[in-house]
């Protein structure tokens, strides 16, 4: 199975801060990667798809990027509303695979 | 609008079968292009892949999970059910279902359920 690595596990942040969260695939996947934000009690939400679409309705302040092994999420400035675990997930070949999650909390 | 509702048991003794059901509305189970997924997630840790079926009945399942679960369609409830057999106290998670939409290459879970608890102890 690929292995799916995001860093960091978790940031403090604050209101209008620029954060970057990276997953590294033990393998080349191509841009076959999705971003996904939870908060706590609800299901995950999809903000990202192949690496760097955003999905309708996301605000335009998250952006994706990276291709092959390395990618990237942004919230170029992050809202209260932005504080959440994000996940990564490699959607290349199966069995499909998380990252194992970063938290963003409030400094 | 899509919704996903799972239901089913939200306690499960151990070495028996988990069994829970996902109605789908909004959209049809019998949909080309869509994978009817199931997801979990232990408390307070990171997700994980489960397996699918398609529109066509083809499954395809984790291979950690691959010998106790099994994914089926009653497209006539227009629901798809999980069943993991042997369950221990590891098995306990909140468990998801979702829509993962392909498209040209595209893949992507665009559609969950609300989650639902299940607690393997007797």
């Known amino acids: 199975a690929i292995q799916m690595t995001q860093s960091p596990s978790s940031l403090s942040a604050s209101v209008g801060d620029r954060v970057t969260i990276t997953c590294r695939a033990s393998q080349d996947i191509r841009n076959d990667l999705g971003w996904y934000q939870q908060k706590p009690g609800k299901a995950p939400k999809l903000l990202i798809y192949v690496a760097s679409s955003l999905q309708s309705a996301v605000p335009s302040r998250f952006s994706g990027s990276g291709s092959g092994t390395d990618f990237t999420l942004t919230i170029s400035s992050l809202q209260p509303e932005d504080f959440a675990t994000y996940y990564c997930?490699?959607?290349?070949?199966?069995?499909?695979?998380f990252g194992g999650g970063t938290k963003v909390e409030i400094k | 609008q899509v919704q996903l509702q799972e239901s089913g048991p939200g306690l499960v003794k151990p070495s028996e079968t988990l069994s829970l059901t996902c109605t789908v509305s909004?959209?049809?189970?019998?949909?080309?292009?869509?994978?009817w997924t199931w997801i979990r997630q232990p408390p307070g840790r990171g997700l994980e892949w489960i397996g699918y079926i398609y529109y066509n009945g083809n499954s395809n399942y984790n291979p950690s999970l691959n010998s106790r679960v099994t994914i089926s369609a009653d497209t006539s409830k227009n629901q798809f059910s999980l069943k993991l057999s042997s369950v221990t106290a590891v098995d306990t998670a909140v468990y998801y279902c979702?829509?993962?939409?392909?498209?040209?290459?595209?893949?992507?879970?665009?559609?969950w359920g609300q989650g639902t608890l299940v607690t393997v102890s007797s």
């Open positions: 979702a829509r993962r939409h392909c498209d040209d290459g595209r893949c992507y879970f665009d559609y």
């Open positions: 909004g959209d049809s189970v019998s949909s080309t292009s869509y994978y």
């Open positions: 997930l490699q959607d290349y070949n199966y069995p499909l695979t």
